[in-house]
């Protein structure tokens, strides 16, 4: 079973930048379609960014689009998340995934990571 490996998180005051990784155990971005999710106190987790196993498509939520930017490097297993324009409200950790695994409504240690927290605040 394919391990993901979420890392890059920390603390940034609003309108700072954070690179995210993911990086998998094995080669599975050339054919699954990734996504970055993030889940805030009291909150559902909720949909950032998809891509495709191509990578020549992405989706953003209207909530970071303009400022957040998916890519992947297949070659090096890793899938990344550049955050732009920080605000406080993207506070959360975040999650990668295969986009069906989020779609299916999977739970769990076995199918998400720890995941790596984000904070924006002043």
């Known amino acids: 079973q394919v391990q993901l490996v979420e890392s890059g998180g920390g603390s940034v005051q609003p309108g700072g930048s954070l690179r995210l990784s993911c990086q998998a155990s094995?080669?599975?971005?050339?054919?699954?379609?990734m996504g970055w999710y993030r889940q805030a106190p009291g909150k559902e987790r909720e949909l950032v960014a998809t891509?495709?196993?191509?990578?020549?498509?992405?989706y953003y939520a209207d909530s970071v689009k303009g400022r957040f930017t998916v890519s992947k490097d297949s070659a090096k297993n890793t899938v990344y998340l550049q955050m732009n324009s920080l605000k406080p409200e993207d506070t959360a950790v975040y999650y990668c995934n295969q986009h069906s695994i989020y779609l299916a409504g999977r739970t769990g240690p076995d199918y998400w990571g720890q995941g790596t927290q984000v904070t924006v605040s002043s």
């Open positions: 891509i495709t196993p191509g990578g020549g498509t992405t």
């Open positions: 094995g080669s599975i971005f050339t054919n699954k379609q």
